[in-house]
């Protein structure tokens, strides 16, 4: 009786270190290493090879080799028969977001803010044909939609969703499909959406300079004075340097104040003015959201599908001295030589608009082709302006229509060539080692028409496995 | 005696003249003919069960198809006579066919006036020269049928026909149609009823469908479009798209009785009334499926042919796009849907439910060379259009074969 109730003690500390432990460092540790056998491995150009032998753990490729000692405990899959591609990356999806909305121009708004990490279904189907990862626009508006982001579906619990990149690219739409003046209103309110983003860093980097200045004269001017109040000024330099920003707003309101006082003994001794604190223009959080891509530090992707509207991207994008994204660009190959000359790239939709739209009357239907001739560099995604996120399923079919036309690999396209229009290349989109390990078997080459997923791993994990086929159906559908 | 030399001489001269004409006649009359002659031969081809075999040579003359392999096509390739020579992937594929198709007739195939409407023909209302046939035929489409839109209960009679007009002598363009297998389209669903005629409710379409379908039935010498399709002297086609619907138009043209039962068009709630169709026995046209449609549609074509359902494929074009029907097949195998029958459903299927099978759909003896040079299977979305003949006429050749040629 007594040492069973001296146990409890010990159980507790137990339990409370459990508790407390870390679940992601739980399961790198205890996760036992992948190793994916005998696998024919796609790679991009067509390259290809058979019995390759991928081995994975803690959610990255360690090594790709003919043959691999499996380490101890670790899981193995015997991939004989199989194709192994990276994951499928989808650079315009509408995946988990809320279709619909028609909310107001704001680039504070964030994709990732959006994105349903419970939308179960929806993420399983992408999944259940090798998507892996997708770029999320916020959408829902003309004009300026606010961020993009790059999410990974990695599961983690109940919710979907590691993201890669919040703020991966600042969005807008300049209404492509809307009446002329309701799209020169678009246009106007987004060249004024930068141009005053402009202003206000100008204004801002011109009160950084006069604070500077102001700190600078203020310290001189208390020297000058006497020696009691040059301490005190010293002291409250100093006390300026460590606050930062916002302590820089505030101190010169107090030697403001302590000025005022000094005022009266100065005008004893001395005539000279204290100097005056430059005003501080009003910050605005909607027009900051703007430096960085002012900055060049994150692209703005301008979906337009007119000729006209793809021009004002252009003269908005040489202006600005932004890094632009073409979304869309139905109407492409009509100006082929400025967007070449403009140095931007395009990402290209899902299928081409319906034949019956003004847009689509006028389209080519064969931009990918061009613009590859033209050497503009393109990608393509399963179109953010889709109804749902549902099309990023059919992303490689997709890039399979594309290829039909400029004959380059449609693989590469979704993977390697997405991951670095994406900035991601050291992450994913290749299978190779230090790689997350987001990979995908397919029951044969993933261009072939009967071919089907069978396991999708995201980060090591097993993320989907495709129910076991009806006896029969499976062998004559590869025919 | 010189003079009669002379004179026989003059004679003589004419006689060889025209011998020599005549046997110049003879002799040219067979390399024209030969000439004519195009063997086809290289890559692929789609046989009619659908699957993909090595080519054994397509003799295509006076546009029809002569010879697939045998003694012609060994003859024909010995005496070195025009042939085309296909790349290694190629397939040759019979023309594709669009079942319940828009192409040169969109805005002009719903008439709502009516909602039993049974002479209103829809192949007069379609532009030979309209530029979706155009479109169509350089994405492989030489054969399209198009109904009514579903918007009456009795919806017309659709067309079927070439996507290639045909041109007379002087020049001028017509339709180039199949008349005799222009369908009576019955339909039930929610475009048909409308607020400004009969019927209203849904209740009220299956009593005006039920009570037009036993009149025509009653009267034994009617000539009319119900009385003679339900008499089995003219073709039909049954659409529907919600289950209800499904079930309640079939149970009704069951109730009815009919000589030939119609194919079936529906596609959203396929695995909802699988049962029925299966039940039914005759030929259903699923799609338009597109990369936005639910999976549930999807699964439909795989059910349906699980089940030993012939399936076939709607485009839709131009409401979508021209590669709409090897979108919406590539999309069927990706879902189940073994890739033999979805081929055969593009061509050989698809001229059965057209009434047409006797004519286009497959590479055989006697058919019409509709023609289409694919640069892989058509059930791969990469591969392109290479060339297309429609009447054994060539009537588009993709720039990429054309460098192709160059380059070889």
């Known amino acids: ?479 | 005696m010189k003079i009669t030399r002379w004179r026989g001489g003059r004679f003589a001269w004419v006689v060889t003249l025209c011998v020599a004409s005549l046997l110049g006649t003879v002799l040219d009359a067979r390399p024209t003919a030969a000439a004519k002659a195009v063997l086809v031969e290289g890559g692929r081809v789609l046989a009619k069960d659908g699957s993909l075999g090595a080519n054994p040579g397509v003799l295509v003359a006076d546009g029809k198809i002569a010879a697939v392999g045998g003694v012609d096509v060994e003859r024909h390739r010995a005496a070195k006579l025009p042939t085309v020579r296909l790349a290694e992937q190629s397939v040759l594929s019979p023309g594709l066919i669009d079942l319940f198709s828009v192409v040169g007739a969109y805005g002009n195939n719903i008439e709502t006036v009516r909602a039993i409407d049974p002479e209103t023909r829809i192949v007069e209302v379609i532009d030979p020269t309209h530029r979706d046939l155009r479109s169509a035929l350089e994405h492989g489409i030489t054969t399209a049928m198009v109904c009514g839109a579903g918007a009456n209960l009795i919806d017309g009679q659709g067309a079927v026909f070439r996507t290639h007009p045909k041109r007379h002598d002087d020049g001028a363009l017509s339709l180039d149609a199949w008349e005799a297998a222009s369908p009576l389209l019955i339909a039930l669903g929610g475009s048909a009823l409308r607020p400004d005629r009969e019927p209203s409710s849904r209740t009220g379409a299956v009593s005006l469908l039920r009570s037009e379908l036993v009149r025509a039935k009653k009267d034994k010498k009617s000539r009319d479009a119900v009385a003679r399709f339900l008499r089995g002297e003219t073709k039909g086609i049954a659409y529907a798209q919600t289950a209800l619907d499904v079930q309640a138009l079939l149970a009704l043209l069951s109730e009815v009785g009919m000589a030939t039962r119609p194919p079936v068009v529906t596609s959203t709630e396929v695995p909802y009334c699988l049962d029925e169709l299966v039940a039914w026995g005759a030929p259903v046209v699923v799609g338009p499926y597109s990369f936005d449609s639910d999976t549930s549609e999807l699964e439909g074509a795989a059910a349906l042919a699980a089940a030993g359902v012939d399936v076939t494929f709607a485009g839709g074009v131009p409401v979508f796009s021209a590669k709409s029907p090897r979108i919406t097949a590539a999309l069927a195998v990706r879902h189940g849907v073994p890739a033999n029958v979805a081929r055969a459903g593009l061509t050989s299927q698809a001229a059965r439910v057209a009434g047409i099978a006797d004519r286009v759909g497959a590479i055989e003896v006697k058919a019409a060379a509709d023609l289409v040079v694919f640069s892989d299977d058509p059930l791969r979305l990469d591969a392109s259009v290479l060339r297309v003949w429609v009447g054994g006429v060539e009537v588009h050749r993709s720039d990429r074969s054309k460098r192709e040629e160059i380059q070889q």
């Not at chain 1, 920003?245 to 107090?254: K, V």
């Open chain 1, 1 to 479: 009786m007594r040492r069973s109730i001296s146990l409890i003690p010990y159980l507790g500390v137990i339990g409370l270190l459990g508790a407390a432990w870390p679940a992601r460092a739980e399961a790198q540790l205890l996760e036992r290493a992948l190793v994916i056998e005998n696998a024919r491995v796609l790679s991009f150009n067509g390259w290809q090879a058979d019995g390759v032998s991928v081995l994975v753990r803690g959610g990255k490729i360690v090594q790709v080799a003919r043959k691999i000692d499996a380490p101890f405990l670790s899981r193995r899959i015997d991939a004989t028969g199989m194709t192994l591609t990276p994951g499928l990356i989808d650079v315009d999806s509408a995946l988990g977001m809320n279709p619909g909305g028609n909310g107001s121009s704001d680039p504070r708004r964030r994709a990732e803010d959006a994105f349903d990490r419970f939308a179960t279904d929806e993420i399983r189907a992408a999944l259940s044909h090798g998507v892996t990862t997708v770029f999320l626009s916020p959408g829902g508006t003309v004009g300026v939609a606010g961020f993009g982001a790059a999410v990974r579906l990695r599961k983690d619990g109940d919710a979907w969703g590691e993201v890669l990149e919040t703020e991966s690219a600042l969005c807008a739409d300049l209404g492509s499909n809307r009446r002329p003046l309701a799209r020169l209103r678009v246009w106007h309110d987004l060249r004024k959406q930068f141009q005053d983003a402009k202003a206000h860093r100008e204004a801002l980097e011109t009160y950084e300079e006069e604070l500077t200045d102001y700190e600078d004269e203020l310290a001189k001017y208390r020297e000058e004075n006497s020696d009691a109040e040059a301490e005190d000024a010293s002291g409250e330099k100093s006390s300026l340097s460590k606050r930062g920003r916002e302590g820089r707003m505030r101190a010169p309101t107090r030697s403001k104040k302590s000025g005022a006082g000094q005022k009266k003994s100065d005008k004893k001794k001395d005539e000279k003015k204290p100097p005056k604190k430059p005003r501080e223009p009003r910050r605005d959080p909607r027009l900051e959201c703007y430096f960085r891509a002012l900055d060049g530090e994150i692209p703005v992707r301008i979906i337009a599908h007119r000729t006209e509207d793809i021009r004002n991207a252009l003269e908005l994008a040489e202006e600005f001295r932004l890094e632009l994204i073409l979304v869309g660009a139905t109407e492409a190959h009509k100006i082929i030589d400025e967007i070449k000359e403009a140095d931007v790239r395009v990402v290209l939709g899902a299928q081409a608009p319906s034949p019956l739209s003004a847009a689509g009357q006028r389209a080519h239907g064969q931009q990918a082709g061009q613009l590859s001739e033209a050497g503009v560099p393109w990608v393509l995604g399963s179109g953010s302006n889709s109804n749902s996120g549902a099309a990023s399923r059919f992303l490689l079919f997709n890039s399979m229509l594309a290829s039909a036309s400029d004959q380059r690999d449609s693989l590469s396209r979704v993977t390697r060539e997405a991951a670095q229009f994406l900035g991601l290349s050291d992450r994913i989109g290749r299978i190779g080692r230090g790689m997350e390990a987001d990979l995908v078997l397919w029951s044969a080459d993933p261009r072939e028409p009967g071919a089907r997923v069978n396991r999708v791993y995201v980060a090591g994990r097993l993320a989907f496995e495709a129910p076991k086929p009806k006896p029969g159906t499976d062998k004559e559908a590869g025919q």
